[in-house]
């Protein structure tokens, strides 16, 4: 093959990618930004409001995105049987992902619902952890939505449609705003609830968005062929089984990586409400910059999926190569903002000095897990294409839980290396475990590419 075609697939493949990608990214910047926006908001009222909702947000994000782990089974499921022209069989598919929606989501909602333990045995701060649970509690009761409503975009993102999910993205953030306003301040005879004004914000957001996404699978003539509303279907574990089979292992795996996010906010929130605001400051930005390999990475899923669904294993291969480096080349960008702009970064959220401080230090470290974390990201992507994901799974945890944690927790809290450095080692932990990560992934990637292309030959 010259080198000219080599170009211009790369070319074509790229452009599809990005088509595909763009609303998936616009949507997880708004998603994100509405954590952002509850961040920026709650600061402004208190340290102590700011603190509450990072601790808050420490527990219910790894909890939601294991919960959408385990509903994302749906998206490869999907795109493999439109690429294989299977329209028909897609709708009874959904109806009972739609079953294990409800059962996810209303687990996930009791869980945060009694999750003052969590806050108690890691020893946070008393004046802490009520407004923290208050937050909690408000966030639990927009769980079951956006567990309908996740079930929902995984269909039509499988099926090619990504728009919906843009759209509703930033309707939805335009909705945050005025909602965390009114609660936040208590207008309109509400009473002010501060940072847990936030919480109830989010869950209102939630429904919403699967309000609006039914109204449109229901209404737009790219859907009916699939007749997911055809007719009415009690649960059938068959199926339900095979969705769980693909999907927990995904769970877990995406909950291995944000949980440790989640432990180091709940392992620090002893050292002040200055180093808890820091980490949430720092953690909140690199989850904006996050969002678009993240997003590249579910684009690959469905571009993977679709291949393989049309008997093209080795246009599934060049997908998932191209997507991976569509992310490092992003990783290159964010990299290099991060490390010359990060005080001014920190200067957004807060105009307090010494969290600050804190939050610019730890940027660094999240400069320097970008090209790790952009490969492992899409590699996990594009292994979801595969349907590969218990190996995954295993991989992820051991990479974050085996090898990154310990590390932090030796170099951040403990006298077992030397003088304990508090936040900045945990981090340090972070780069050395999503290093790993996407070593162990792109070489599961590149095994998984060559056995399906041999099984077809």
């Known amino acids: 093959m010259s080198t000219d075609t080599r170009l211009g697939r790369v070319r074509t493949e790229l452009r599809s990618l ?23 908001m709650a600061g402004r009222v208190s340290p102590q409001d700011l603190a509450a909702v990072a601790l808050g947000n420490s527990i219910w994000v790894p909890v939601f995105l294991l919960m959408t782990g385990v509903l994302l089974a749906t998206t490869p499921k999907v795109a493999q049987l ?62 079951p ?51 847990v004004g936030c919480g109830w914000a989010t869950a209102l957001v939630m429904g919403f968005m699967l309000i609006g996404m039914l109204v449109w699978v229901k209404w737009a003539p790219y859907y009916r062929a699939s007749g997911l509303f055809a007719h009415f279907e009690w649960p059938q574990w068959a199926v339900i089984r095979r969705l769980l089979a693909i999907g927990v292992p995904i769970g877990v795996a995406v909950f291995a990586e944000s949980s440790i996010f989640a432990v180091i906010a709940l392992l620090i929130g002893g050292l002040g409400a ?10 909140n930005f690199s989850s904006m910059v996050f969002m678009i390999p993240y997003s590249l990475a579910m684009a690959s899923t469905v571009r993977v999926g679709q291949a393989l669904g049309r008997g093209q294993p ?23 903002l991060m490390l010359l702009l990060r005080e001014q970064i920190a200067q957004i959220y807060t105009p307090d000095k010494a969290v600050i401080a804190v939050a610019a230090t730890l940027i660094v470290y999240s400069a320097l897990f970008q090209f790790s974390d952009a490969i492992q990201v899409t590699a996990a992507g594009a292994l979801r294409g595969y349907q590969d994901t218990r190996i995954t799974m295993l991989l992820t945890l051991f990479a974050y839980w085996g090898i990154g944690l310990p590390v932090g927790y030796a170099l951040g809290l403990s006298d077992w290396l030397g003088e304990p450095s508090g936040p900045s080692g945990l ?26 292309i041999r099984h077809a030959a």
């Open 18 to 40: 990005l088509l595909l990608a763009t609303p998936i990214i616009i949507a997880q910047l708004a998603h994100t930004a509405m954590g952002f926006v509850d961040t920026l």
């Open 82 to 143: 439109f690429g294989a022209g299977e329209e028909p069989s897609i709708g009874p598919l959904v109806r009972q992902a739609l079953w294990l929606a409800l059962a996810v989501g209303g687990s996930a909602a009791t869980l945060l619902w009694n999750a003052e333990f969590i806050l108690r045995h890691m020893n946070v701060e008393p004046a802490l952890v009520t407004p923290a649970m208050g937050y909690l509690r408000a966030v639990a009761c927009g769980f």
């Open 145 to 195: 939505a956006v567990a309908l409503f996740h079930v929902l975009r995984c269909f039509s993102d499988g099926l090619g449609h990504t728009r919906p999910t843009m759209v509703l993205g930033i309707i939805g953030l335009m909705l945050n705003i005025p909602a965390n306003y009114i609660f936040i301040y208590g207008k309109f005879g509400l009473p002010a609830m501060g940072g």
């Open 274 to 283: 200055t180093v808890v605001a820091g980490h949430q400051i720092a953690l």
């Open 314 to 336: 080795r246009e599934a291969r060049f997908a998932a190569g191209v997507s991976m480096g569509a992310a490092l080349g992003y990783a290159c960008l964010s990299a290099s």
């Open 427 to 452: 981090w340090q932990g972070l780069v050395v475990g999503l290093t790993c990560a996407a070593v162990m992934l792109a070489i599961r990637l590149a095994r998984s590419a060559r056995r399906r």
